[in-house]
């Protein structure tokens, strides 16, 4: 039986939280000893990590959204840690925590800290890590944009909401692509490269993408001549029509040159260079999912 103790980072927003406070105890009364530590301004994330590694926890709970879980998983696996990542979603879109099959209940996601951790992908692209997704083009551009006041209001259906308001701005990058047998070059709209399926509140780009294959899943949307239907396709949630709209592919390493500069948002972080090289990182990182979990090989069978 694995050491019953763990550490919650929470993010502040988070603090008053009433459900998470309820949950937190009930696995107290369960026998765990569950620390929180919550952050209040930006690195305290990456120092809480540090701190409760240097401290021993073998598991840390990462309560915030797809950013938080980035920031946790990045911290631990540049760390080389053997602990093991629990998530407890409590973000607006929380892309990757919805696609591995993890509730929003804050009790029943911390119920996961009694299933086996097993270890799972990263990807990094320019020493950056990322669990979930790097999207650059539109796609970006919309999950950058789009209010914390919309996102209050509407949750994952603020992004839906911000791109069909800004249609009007889209324009494409022109790209190169490479590697593996995988070769393309020209202009496209929307690009994903993904550890995990979906970004942007639920847009799957990736919805064949499993984090124990040693594998990044490409999705390229090249430029049309009918943008709006493109885009319409692109923003509707739906996996129906990707497949009639996009390049694909599954690999270890993808090279980009872009000219004029890419923009992208690897998990609600952005960044932007030129040159970009994007690598799997098999196994680094062990995280507490679902069994039977749509991103894991076995369960996607």
Request: hydrophobic residues 45%; negative net charge; aromatic residues 6%.
């Amino acid at each position: 039986m694995h050491e019953r103790k763990a550490l919650l980072i929470l993010h502040g927003k988070q603090a008053m939280n009433e459900e998470v406070r309820a949950a937190v105890a009930a696995r107290r009364e369960d026998g765990w000893e569950l620390a929180v530590r919550v952050t209040w301004e930006a690195g305290d994330t990456q120092r809480l990590v540090e701190e409760a590694l240097a401290a021993g926890y073998p598991t840390l709970i990462a309560g915030g959204g797809d950013g938080t879980l980035r920031e946790v998983a990045e911290t631990m696996a540049k760390a080389q840690s053997t602990a093991s990542l629990a998530l407890l979603p409590l973000g607006t879109a929380n892309d990757f925590a919805h696609a591995a099959g993890i509730s929003d209940n804050p009790l029943e996601a911390l119920a996961l800290l009694d299933t086996p951790a097993r270890p799972i992908d990263m990807g990094e692209v320019d020493g950056q890590w990322f669990l979930n997704m790097a999207t650059g083009g539109f796609g970006s551009n919309v999950t950058a944009n789009t209010s914390e006041d919309l996102k209050r209001v509407l949750g994952g259906a603020a992004y839906l909401l911000t791109g069909l308001t800004r249609f009007a701005e889209v324009r494409s990058a022109f790209g190169r692509f490479h590697g593996p047998d995988f070769a393309w070059e020209g202009e496209f709209l929307a690009l994903g490269i993904g550890n995990g399926r979906q970004a942007g509140g639920g847009h799957p780009l990736c919805p064949k993408a499993l984090v124990d294959d040693g594998l990044l899943d490409i999705c390229i949307v090249p430029a049309a001549t009918d943008v709006v239907g493109t885009l319409g396709t692109l923003l509707s949630g739906g996996i129906n029509g990707l497949d009639s709209i996009s390049l694909s592919a599954r690999l270890p390493w993808l090279e980009i040159e872009a000219a004029e500069g890419l923009d992208l948002n690897l998990d609600g972080e952005p960044m932007e260079n030129h040159r970009l090289r994007f690598d799997a990182r098999p196994g680094a990182l062990r995280v507490h999912l679902p069994t039977g979990s749509p991103l894991l090989a076995e369960g996607d069978q």
